[in-house]
């Protein structure tokens, strides 16, 4: 059976949390109206941009905020959710997280990102997964 997934292209604003999350409810919910698909993949480090040089103010404390705007999205849309990655605060350290979302709302997987990317100076910002 096929899977339809769709992609969410977004631009971010740098730093503006609130913003970014605003923007990436609004589209989910356009691409589930839309197109019906199975799962919504968010692209790397929406809720930051990519990325803010000081994370401290503005990366997602363990996660809470986009797991609990994306596991209700996911259960209210009865749509799988890639929450891409997202600027992650976790004890002293970031990490840049992806975190799956079925369509019942539970997190299946996280993942922080391991291979940093380090022309763009990833590596000052985020420890590795």
Known sequence: MPMKIS??????????????????????RKAVARDHPDTVVLPETWNTGFFPQDLAPCADQDGKAV???????AKELNVNI?????????GDGFYNTAYVFDRFGAVVAEYDK??????????QSFRPG
């Open 7 to 28: 992609c969410v292209q977004m631009d971010m604003r740098l730093g503006d949390v609130e913003y970014n999350f605003a923007h990436a409810q609004e589209l989910i």
């Open 67 to 73: 797991k609990a705007l994306c596991s209700a999205l």
């Open 82 to 90: 890639v929450a891409g990655s997202a600027a992650n605060r976790r």
């Open 114 to 123: 391991t291979h940093l990317f380090t022309p763009s100076g990833e590596h």
